[in-house]
């Protein structure tokens, strides 16, 4: 049967919960609520791990239980526990420089300035073949601003606009999951 993963960034705990960082796993808990299903913690892999099948395809959806900047320790240990290929991997994060409520792909390329995206391709050993989808949480307009912008909840608009984003990426998915990214692309994209 083909693989693939699903993995939401964000910080684990209370402390974190629906802040504009957390918008990866925030994207998870809606997706296993779409798909019914509930994620049990698995140690080795340093998360939660939920599994469901889509059109004959063994979907795999991690939260890592790691803090953001080493999202890696978890997603490596899982992509080579499950022998998932790098093309078959999808990680939802926040992304700053994309206004609020936008919801974009990307497949391949760099971190970005992104910590979890830099964590994860350093402990793929530079290997970043993976696709992204993000979700924007736009930009304090200052840098220095930036790590304490990212660890708050925003305004309600702020928040109506994330939860936006993340349902314009549950529309898509099973577009994504089942090899069809110029159409999820396409409609995504096209507006």
């Not at 993976?130 to 702020?158: A, D, T």
């Amino acid at each position: 049967m083909d693989k693939f993963l699903i993995a939401g960034l964000g910080n684990p705990g209370s402390r974190y919960a629906k802040t504009r960082h957390n918008a990866g796993t925030d994207f998870i808990d809606l997706l296993n609520e779409l798909k019914n299903t509930t994620s049990k913690e698995v140690k080795s892999l340093k998360g939660h791990l939920s599994s469901i099948e889509i059109s004959g395809i063994e979907v795999n959806i991690l939260i890592p239980n790691v803090f953001m900047n080493h999202s890696g320790h978890s997603l490596k240990p899982t992509i080579k526990k499950l022998n998932i290929p790098l093309e078959r991997v999808l990680i939802v994060h926040d992304d700053l420089d994309l206004p609020s409520g936008i919801c974009r792909l990307k497949n391949g390329g760099g971190d970005g300035g992104h910590n979890g995206l830099k964590s994860i391709i350093e402990s793929l050993g530079g290997k970043k073949e993976f696709k992204r989808m993000r979700l924007g949480i736009g930009h304090p307009g200052n840098s220095k601003l930036v790590n304490k912008y990212v660890i708050q909840k925003g305004s309600l608009i702020e928040r109506k606009e994330r939860l936006n984003a993340i349902e314009q990426g549950l529309n898509i998915i099973d577009l994504i999951i089942t090899n069809q990214w110029d159409i999820a692309l396409n409609k995504l994209h096209t507006k």
